[in-house]
């Protein structure tokens, strides 16, 4: 009975580590890629460990695209982006949980209604909207819209939280003469941290990784994020296409920065998947 | 009882916090989501080139869109993507999910692990995946060789391409989708899976019996969005294909953006993405009425 139970175990950790595997194996091979010396590339067998370590081909890397002004674009797009989603829909989820007005559930479902309209829908005419109020390729038009578009998810995550938060808390403080806006910012705001955390870093990465929008609002090489400058870097729509070696080395330290972050805060972003998955 | 007997200032005083509260997300919301959304209707039924200027065409859009041979075939090579494409994520993240949720002490370890793809950008995704199944250089089909297989023309036949997609979708969204049934099945009580213990019941019976109609609703949800994220699948067919070989991989998502972006049709573009919208809403108002019948 025991033994039957243990190769079961076994089995299954098996079948865990194969399904890892699959995961892992594509990333293993790009960082094998960027390490191998140009005259490695094509070898036959296929081998995972390069025999020369080419180091070099980092540093040819960051020459393929202007990292340092992407990057900081990057920051400059989704720091703000992640930062204003998250005040916003606290703001919105305070109205929603904690105050009195007509219509107010029909306004929260007029908010989540939202989440289901394809986003092609929208892109013509937000482009217009940007163009005519002058912000193509400027940090504003590139972030605004994005806040916009989070609203629904952060909106509703926030509010589930706050639901969580005791009224007796707020009735407390309101005995003690404070108003909605202290209530929200000692009382609610400090005790929702951790879903702001999880909000805050799923816009951060999603807007990181955001393409279409910036393919649409930006065309100068100035204002590209390092999504941009990686899609503009190879592909189809390029004519002159790196080495594979060049190109796996500038995609790995493209992702460097969203890697760290998820080591770093890898529980708030699944939680918030986790969460987004929850109907009422 | 007492704000409803509020004075006069009271209530002015409640009013103007609701608006100072609502009125930034309200704004935003307003002007790129509301707004867009009646905006697109209007620009349908325009002759638009934003370097030209605009026509009042009435249904003339429709009308061409109906017998646009490259929008049909787009259309059906997004059906065709979503029909591969959703059941084989809802299969993969259930499998995954399973794994995770039996697999012990480190449960933590492997969530974290299949969930790290979903990190990755699309267009990441798309530069590694066309190295890993270029048909010449591609890692996958020198295994292939090695093993005295054919080469596999993934990306580069018309048969195949879209297939190849398919499996970069898959690759890149499984753990997405993981998380949630992960929490859905934590959310199970455990008395069923303890009954089932006392019957005698194996892992794939508890599975089969106990968590897929437990988890319905969740797996309904998880097909709905995955349809509707399919349907927008923009970067990927951007970053591997751009609609080739031929016209095998263009969906209607990367038709609209060239039609709208490169052709500078905007009119036609927009016409595109109402017909959209209508698909989109369909399938969202047939999803509720079968998660209601249920």
Redesign the interface.
Known sequence: MRTQKRSKGILLTAVAVLAALLVLVPFLWVLSTALKPDNELFLFPPRLLPGEFAWNNFADAWHLLDFPRYFFNSFMVTVPTAFFTVVVCSLAAYAFTRMNFKLRNAMFLLYLSTMMIPQVVRLIPSFIIVKNLHMLNSYAGMILPQIAWSIPFGTFLIRQFFLGIPKELDESARIDGAGHVRIFRSILVPNAVPAMVTLATYIFITSWNNLIWMLVVVSKQEKFTITLGLATMTGPSVDFIPPWNEIMAATLISILPVFILYLFFQKYFIQSVAMSGIKE | MK?KFGSKRQRL???S??I???L???L??A???????I??MV?AFFEWN?LKGKDFTGFENFRTLVQDDLWWTSLKNTVYYIILNVPLIVAAAL??AE?VV???R?SKL???????????????T???????LNTN?G?IN??L??IGLPSVKWFTSGKVAMLSIVIVTV?RWA???M??????MLGISEQYYEVADLEGAG?FQKFRYITLPQLK??IY??ALMSI?GS??E??LF?????G?PGTATYV??FY??QT??SSMK?GY??A???V??II??TF?VIQNKVTQAD
């Open positions: 704000k005083y409640n009013s916090c609701v100072l509260f609502l930034p997300s309200f935003l919301l002007v790129f989501v509301f707004w867009p959304m905006y697109s620009l934003p499998g995954l794994i039996s697999v012990g480190t492997f969530r974290g692990i299949y969930f790290v793809p979903t990190m990755l950008s699309l267009v990441a798309g530069i590694v995946w066309s190295y890993l250089t890692v020198g295994l060789n090695r690759w753990g997405y989708y998380v949630m049934f992960v929490a859905g892992r609703p969740m949800f998880v509707i349907f927008q923009f970067d951007y970053m591997i294909t751009l080739g209607t998502g609209m953006w709208a972006f905007m573009a927009s595109m993405s109402v959209l919208f989109v809403l969202t």
